[in-house]
């Protein structure tokens, strides 16, 4: 059955069906219009959108009353985690990206603090979004100045700010858009860098999960962050290489399930953590490295020359904090993206091309059509990628890897120590400020915080003999 097949016979009900054109796919469905109650007509379409998912869109119109609306949904699953994306917008292009929200998603714009309310899903552009929060500001203005005129006055520097945005006179701006769902979207663009365009995946809290309906255990959040250790071990203690569990909700499908967490220290590194998820209920399975520590003062930057197949074996810790770069392979994998892996240089590359391969021309697609709107030339492109990506991890291609990560918590195995390896390149890097925001090192006091909280101790007592004596004055 193909997936229109599986569509039809989803939204088809005996009677309903008004009209199908095999042309297009759209499907016509007679439906209820929730304005005159009269019957209208509604639209469907099953879309594959290029680097995302299939989507289907809904658009209903009444003949009676003349009443529209649209929306868009997702056709597959809630995802396992949730997804950020960041974009700054700094041109033309960057206004007409694509955007996907879902009813539960929050759009922003960073650079104003203000966010679109959920509830509305929409397929549109990013300049299509922040039209619509203008509009929606800007209209209720007049009874804001009648009803709250100190909130009228607020918001009047904001929806001047959005009408520069929408005259192109406002660049550069920041936006995010953020779902827990995993089912939203801000497209890509092959020359973005790591500081202009980011996605990050993140696990749904056991609050998120209720919001979305899908919590299993209403008391699962009672128990997260407990560890179950061995009696003979001390709570305080974390033994190198003893396995320990901690009692989680599986982000596959909702059951309790638990999470294996194990220290291990790398020579010549530092210690680092293993953590590991297998589902008995649903089979889900993931892992992730975390590192150990203080922080360092300094970034580390690591180039490593891949020659042959023993530079493939080496060993590689990637952080969530890391970015990856390679010219030759024309690779960009930005901070967040796979999360930590502790894996091999061959393992890491084969994750990479999984993942883009899998979001560029979906799990289950044999064909490499990529999607409805993808044009013939970026087929092509994203081949002759993948292609060149092959013959680097079947050690057919020499290439140059780079490891950027701000916290300095990525690692490359030297294959010569203690002599020095010529094929790797290790230098420090001063943070840029975006960075120490971003990690939330700005607001990390690392000293004189005991006096802060002396003071603090201090002043609260006064205000309690203070707050005494007036009492006594009082009686």
Not at 248 to 257: F, L, R, Y
Not at 288 to 298: A, Q, S
Not at 349 to 369: A, K, M, N, P, Y
Request: one cysteine or more; a negative charge.
């Amino acid at each position: 059955m193909s997936a229109d097949d599986t569509n039809q016979s989803q939204f088809q009900k005996p009677g309903d069906l008004v009209e199908r054109d095999d042309d297009t796919g759209v499907m016509q469905v007679e439906s209820l219009c929730m304005n005159c109650h009269d019957n209208g007509v509604t639209r469907i379409l099953l879309l594959r959108v290029p680097f995302f998912r299939d989507i289907i869109l809904e658009s209903f119109e009444c003949e009676h009353c003349h009443f529209k609306d649209n929306s868009v949904k997702s056709a597959g699953q809630i995802q396992e985690k949730g997804s950020k994306y960041t974009l700054d917008v700094e041109n033309e292009d960057d206004l007409q990206r694509q955007v996907i929200r879902s009813d539960v998603s929050t759009f922003k714009v960073e650079s104003l603090g203000i966010e679109m309310p959920k509830g509305e899903s929409q397929l549109t552009t990013v300049e299509g979004v922040i039209q619509r929060i203008h509009e929606s500001l800007s209209s209720e203005q007049p009874l804001r100045k009648a009803q709250a005129p100190e909130l009228h006055d607020a918001l009047e520097p904001i929806i001047a700010n959005l009408k520069k945005m929408l005259d192109r006179e406002g660049y550069p701006f920041t936006v995010s858009l953020d779902d827990p769902t995993g089912n939203s979207w801000i497209a890509p663009n092959t020359t973005d860098t790591t500081n202009k365009y980011k996605r990050r995946e993140y696990p749904r809290s056991h609050e998120q999960n209720e919001e979305l309906g899908i919590a299993n255990d209403p008391e699962a959040v009672q128990n997260e962050g407990q560890t179950v250790q061995p009696d003979e071990l001390d709570d305080s203690e974390i033994v190198d290489g003893q396995v320990y569990s901690l009692p989680c909700e599986c982000p596959g499908c909702t059951k309790p399930c638990f999470v294996n967490m194990k220290k291990v220290n790398i020579p010549y590194f530092k210690e680092v953590y293993i953590w590991s998820t297998n589902c008995d209920h649903c089979g889900y399975r993931t892992s992730e490295v975390k590192t150990g520590g203080e922080v360092p003062d300094k970034g580390k930057r690591i180039t490593l020359s891949v020659e042959n197949e023993v530079d493939l074996a080496r060993d590689i810790l990637k952080s969530d904090t890391c970015a990856l770069h390679s010219e030759e392979l024309e690779v960009t994998v930005q901070p967040g993206t796979l999360g930590g892996r502790f894996t091999t240089v061959e393992g890491l590359l084969t994750e990479i091309r999984d993942q883009l391969h899998g979001q560029i021309f979906d799990v289950d697609d044999t064909t490499g059509s990529g999607g409805d709107s993808m044009a013939t030339s970026d087929k092509d492109k994203w081949t002759r990628f993948f292609s060149r990506l092959d013959s680097a991890i079947n050690g057919e291609l020499k290439f140059v890897i780079t490891l950027e990560d701000p916290m300095a918590n990525s690692y490359v195995q030297d294959l010569c120590s203690p002599a020095p390896d010529h094929q790797i390149t290790t230098e420090e890097y001063t943070r840029t400020e975006e960075e120490e925001e971003e990690l939330g090192l700005k607001d990390m006091k690392l000293e004189g915080y005991e006096e802060e909280e002396k003071k603090e101790d201090e002043e609260e007592e006064e205000k309690k003999e203070e707050a005494g004596n007036n009492d006594e004055q009082k009686s």
